[in-house]
């Protein structure tokens, strides 16, 4: 008996399915600007926690894509996809890539500016 949904395990050749993050609060609502400025910030570090740079820019392309278009991204670049919402990945060679939550969707009690 098979099983419907696919995963990914190393080298099995099955690809995860990417997903929407699930939905989550800031610990103090914060505005977009706020929001944008912290991503800015993570992007610009994330090569020094070590990994390879093709890999960050493919992660951050997938992180502001929509689902579609972000697992063309993944599968492309190599990108071993643990967990479905790309918290978790690692690249051909092993290395983690951790994405915190504010990359890859925006808090519910993120403060809308009129």
């Known amino acids: 008996m098979g099983c419907a949904g696919s995963s990914q395990a190393k080298g099995d050749g099955a690809v995860?399915?990417?997903?929407?993050?699930k939905p989550?609060?800031?610990?103090?609502p914060i505005t977009k600007?706020?929001?944008?400025?912290?991503?800015?910030e993570f992007w610009d570090t994330a090569p020094h926690y070590g990994g390879r740079k093709e890999i960050w820019d493919a992660l951050q392309a997938a992180a502001e894509a929509d689902l579609a278009?972000?697992?063309a991204i993944?599968?492309?670049?190599?990108?071993?996809?643990?967990?479905?919402d790309l918290?978790?990945?690692?690249d051909e060679r092993g290395?983690?890539?951790?994405?915190p939550k504010y990359?890859?969707?925006?808090?519910?009690?993120l403060i809308r500016e009129s």
Do not use: F
């Not at 989550?24 to 103090?28: G, L, Q």
């Open 24 to 28: 989550w609060k800031h610990p103090t």
């Open 74 to 84: 993944v599968e492309s670049a190599g990108v071993i996809v643990q967990s479905a």
């Open 95 to 99: 290395a983690k890539y951790e994405l």
């Open 16 to 21: 995860k399915r990417i997903r929407k993050p």
């Open 69 to 71: 278009l972000a697992q």
């Open 33 to 40: 600007i706020q929001l944008i400025q912290m991503r800015d």
């Open 103 to 109: 990359v890859l969707s925006e808090p519910t009690n």
């Open 87 to 90: 918290s978790v990945c690692y």
